[in-house]
């Protein structure tokens, strides 16, 4: 219904040649994010907080949700910018789109924000390549963005284990917005409108940030963050 919507809406603004056009890549369905990562059961560990400091290694493994993320993020940005059928015509709409779809904007914050307050920061496909590196920490991290749905959802969540692979603490960040980046009626309306949605990418990882520092040991202003 939503590409109907998005679709009759373009139309409108002359940006739109056929409404079947408009239908991008599917949102993938979620599942646990410990899914085949952790077993159903986790332990708890002792500690309150996450160890980390300049010393401190971690070892991060993606979720399935994650990288199925990721996977429709770069599909919808090869969408918008050259996918069959697009009805976005204009190369200024092309762009945002496409910049809206960037796959790895969300990977790019994260793994600053984890090399800021770890002094060794390693991604691992799975627990048993993360086990064998013998990091201080582990953190499961779970990415959740839909840019083109009803409502804009952005929901990230760290989960972190100690060196024994018992559970520790979760940081998280999330935002949403309704979508009416479709109510304007020309290209400007669109990227104004569009411009305000992506702020909430941003306000979802500055939560993140809020909440990583809460669960560490020494947050990052205890010593200097790598560039």
Not at 2 to 17: D, T
Not at 81 to 103: M, T
Not at 130 to 157: C, L, M, Q, R
Not at 158 to 178: C, K, L, M, R, W
Request: a positive charge.
């Amino acid at each position: 219904m939503r590409a109907g919507i998005q679709c009759r809406a373009m139309a409108a603004a002359g940006l739109c040649i056929l409404v079947q056009a408009c239908a991008g890549p599917p949102v993938p369905p979620q599942v646990s994010m410990d899914d085949g990562v952790i077993p159903t059961q986790k332990p708890q560990s002792r500690a309150k907080k996450v160890l980390n400091g300049p010393n401190a290694r971690l070892a991060v493994i993606l979720s399935k949700n994650s990288i199925a993320n990721v996977r429709y993020l770069r599909d919808y940005k090869k969408f918008c910018e050259d996918g069959e059928g697009n009805p976005i015509l204009k190369d200024s709409l092309r762009k945002s789109c496409a910049e809206k779809s960037d796959p790895s904007y969300f990977v790019r914050w994260i793994t600053k924000s984890l090399t800021s307050n770890f002094g060794e920061v390693m991604f691992y496909e799975n627990v048993s390549q993360a086990k064998n590196s013998k990091p201080d920490d582990f953190a499961v991290v779970n990415i959740f963005y839909d840019p083109w749905g009803d409502t804009e959802v952005a929901d990230i969540k760290i989960e972190f284990f100690d060196h024994n692979f018992s559970y520790v603490a979760t940081a998280q960040g999330a935002a949403n917005v309704p979508s009416d980046r479709w109510s304007g009626s020309n290209a400007s309306d669109y990227i104004r409108i569009d411009k305000r949605h992506a702020q909430i990418r941003t306000a979802a990882l500055m939560e993140l940030d809020r909440s990583l520092s809460a669960n560490l040991v020494k947050p990052v202003s205890w010593y200097s963050a790598k560039p």
